[in-house]
């Protein structure tokens, strides 16, 4: 489990666990959602997306240090899995078996 720490507004600190911080980012792309919907906005994206793109719509950075943490910590494990896929794709095209595949092959 990873965690993240945190200044707090009165000047203490706290931990985010990533669990935490993706409830915290899908709790944002739910209110976002549900406040466009009854705009007469239509949202077809997962709450996860609709939270990040909450987060920057409404230029939340520094309005919150643990939204700021929740999505730091998001936005690194979405980044760290997609490279991840991608250099075992680009493997498996170069044909070299990957530490996956070797997986499903035993």
């Known amino acids: 489990m990873r965690f993240k720490l ?32 009854e705009r007469g906005h239509e949202t077809k994206d997962s709450d996860l997306m609709n939270g990040l793109a909450a987060y920057h719509l ?14 730091g910590m998001v936005m690194k494990d979405i980044t760290d899995e997609m490279f991840k896929q991608a250099r075992e794709i680009a493997m498996a095209e170069r044909g070299h078996e990957t530490f996956a595949s070797k997986e499903k092959n035993q």
Not at 10 to 16: A, K, N, Q, Y
Not at 58 to 71: F, P, T
């Open 6 to 37: 945190y200044n707090t507004f009165d000047g203490g600190s706290d931990l985010i666990s990533l669990y935490d911080a993706y409830a915290e980012i899908r709790e944002l792309g739910h209110v976002f959602a549900v406040a466009l919907a």
């Open 58 to 71: 409404l230029k939340l950075k520094g309005e919150s240090a643990r939204l700021d943490a929740a999505h």
